[in-house]
């Protein structure tokens, strides 16, 4: 169903302003209140996956991380409904809504107003706004992060290299299509300020002072008491 020129505009504004209040909305913090902390005055202060983890161990880290992710999925398929040429209620190849949404989203999470503009760093929105224009390539991209993290137990680096791919790919495929080149500045925008959020994790890790996000941890085996020093003396039968 087409809509006139004066209705996209306010469609366009409707869809930013929601996809910026959903953002606002924080698990981290919600699911940290649940167990009588803040996440803020907890290890680094951040509000996000990678401090829970850190600070009330991996099955509170994967709550976080799935609420986030769909706190990034939920924006982008509305906007990708309602907003991009013309009509409503439709998935095309157009999908500057999405992007629109996304990017809403990502500054609703890491500027939100109802925290005085003190939120979180926006990797696991992102990896929403991922899975929704890349599937297969977020999820591939997503296991092969897990596993580096395992290894390297970087989490900057390791979300980066997430996000690295299916954006790349996303943009590629973005210049090609409709309104092409806004849609590519739109992607990079998200990426961009990602990147800047994290711009002190950055800092830290080229530093050598990151803190390391520990998902195995090894089972040493104890060594068995040293007995050299014990001196036998058998007893003497008289």
Request: charged share 15%; net charge positive; aromatic share 8%.
């Amino acid at each position: 169903m087409s809509i006139p020129f004066y209705m996209e505009v306010i469609v366009g504004v409707l869809v930013v302003l929601v996809s910026y209040f959903i953002g606002n909305i924080n698990s981290a913090i919600l699911l940290s209140k649940m167990k009588g902390k803040d996440i803020r005055t907890c290890g680094s202060g951040n509000p996000g996956t990678m401090n829970m983890i850190r600070t009330f161990g991996k099955p509170m880290g994967a709550i976080t991380l799935v609420l986030d992710i769909s706190k990034g999925i939920v924006p982008c398929v509305l906007g990708w409904l309602f907003m991009g040429t013309g009509q409503f209620c439709r998935l095309g190849s157009d999908r500057i809504g999405l992007y629109v949404a996304g990017l809403a989203t990502e500054i609703g999470h890491i500027y939100p107003v109802v925290m005085k503009f003190k939120g979180g760093k926006g990797v696991a929105t992102l990896f929403g706004v991922c899975l929704t224009c890349q599937p297969i390539a977020m999820t591939v991209s997503f296991a092969a992060g897990v596993v580096l993290l395992i290894f390297s137990q970087r989490g900057a680096l390791t979300s980066f290299a997430m996000l690295s791919v299916p954006l790349t790919l996303e943009g590629i495929a973005a210049a090609s299509g409709p309104m092409g080149v806004v849609s590519t500045v739109l992607i990079f925008m998200m990426f961009a300020l990602t990147l800047f959020a994290h711009r002190s994790n950055l800092l830290t890790m080229f530093s050598g002072n990151e803190r390391r996000v520990v998902l195995k941890k090894s089972h040493k085996v104890k060594p068995l008491p040293d007995i050299s020093m014990l001196v036998y003396e058998p007893a003497i039968v008289e």
